[in-house]
């Protein structure tokens, strides 16, 4: 199978996969269902996917193929936690290529990361949204990350949580997305913003995997 038909098979099923119409809305968890994706180029390194990755399909690709969410960790660093024990750094994407489970962010770090190494022209950036609290185990969540990258003056997102392996776009512009995700999601947004950094104010030590 050319690399060409990979990809265009590995768009086409991260656009027309089943999902539900509305997601669970007390969970940033990948729905039960979630995207096959047929291929993905995988490498025995980090540093070999890089070389070996060239588009956002390919990181999305792996994405839908290994992404594990960690519910533990999502509750420790719920703003209830937070609050108590301080700042929980964000997984390197080093260490996440080699355990890939976590959470919105250290996916969403992931993918902006490896794309700007990759497809820099694509101008990967975070998208930070601010839903309207849940509590969930009397743990106090708001915060959800996703990673977004341009392509032909139109807007794309993915590295989603919630779903993994989903390109959803193209989009006009991010407003665009955002009504469309707060139907799915079945929550209110408060706000959102595109980034260049998940770092809000100033660095905070990167969290190094035990193995």
Not at 89 to 98: G, L
Request: glycine letters at 4%; one cysteine or more.
């Amino acid at each position: 199978m050319s690399r060409l038909l990979v990809l265009i098979l590995s768009a086409l099923l991260a656009a027309c996969s089943s999902l539900p119409e509305v997601a669970d809305p007390n969970s940033d968890a990948p729905e039960a269902r979630r995207n096959q994706i047929l291929s993905f180029q995988n490498a025995a390194s980090y540093q070999e996917a890089l070389q070996v990755w060239r588009t956002p399909e390919d990181v999305n690709a792996w994405i839908g193929a290994r992404f594990r969410y960690d519910l533990p960790r999502a509750m420790a660093m719920s703003e209830t936690q937070r609050t108590g024990s301080g700042q929980v750094a964000i997984y390197e994407p080093q260490d996440f290529f080699d355990d890939p489970s976590g959470i919105c962010v250290d996916l969403s770090r992931f993918a902006v990361e490896a794309l700007r190494q990759i497809d820099p022209d694509s101008k990967p950036n975070y998208l930070m949204i601010e839903f309207e609290p849940v509590q969930i185990s009397g743990n106090t969540l708001r915060m959800h990350w996703l990673a977004s990258f341009k392509r032909d003056g139109k807007h794309y997102f993915f590295a989603d949580s919630k779903r993994p392996g989903h390109i959803a776009g193209p989009y006009a512009d991010t407003q665009q997305f955002i009504d469309a995700y707060t139907k799915y999601r079945g929550r209110q947004i408060v706000t959102f913003r595109e980034i260049e950094s998940f770092q809000r104010k100033q660095r905070s030590p990167a969290l190094k995997k035990q193995p």
